[in-house]
């Protein structure tokens, strides 16, 4: 069970946090992605970190602009969002699948429900 929350307007530039609650299962056993579908396109991932939080992916898109951290004891996962840009306007989710992470999205056991982005001036 995966809920993400801290979507919402930013100005261009701007910064948001996404977070990614996790229950039902053991956080420390799970890679947790983040992706996003804009209105019109297919879901594309974002960011991803393995389960032990000893390696992070991203996109060449948010490289630079995003940074992906997790908490086991406190069940969670975070995006953090800054020079966000229009392009970054979506629905963003966070997913899991045990331990490693993978470019797949069939790939992800679990997803939330997502979260709206919307990046406009």
């Not at 019109?40 to 602009?65: F, M, P, Q, W």
Request: net charge neutral; with cysteine.
């Amino acid at each position: 069970h995966l809920v993400e929350s801290g979507g919402g307007l930013v100005q261009p530039g701007g910064s948001l946090r996404l977070s990614c609650d996790v229950s039902r299962f053991t956080l420390a056993h799970y890679a947790i992605g983040w992706f996003r579908q804009a209105p019109g396109k297919e879901r594309e991932g974002v960011s991803c970190i393995n389960a032990l939080g000893s390696t992070s992916h991203y996109a060449d898109s948010v490289k630079g602009r995003f940074t992906i951290s997790r908490d086991n004891a406190n069940n969670a996962v975070y995006l953090q969002m800054s020079s966000l840009k229009p392009e970054d306007t979506a629905d963003y989710y966070c997913a899991a699948r045990t331990y490693y992470c993978s470019e797949t999205i069939n790939d992800y056991t679990y997803w939330g429900r997502g979260t709206q982005v919307t990046v406009s001036s």
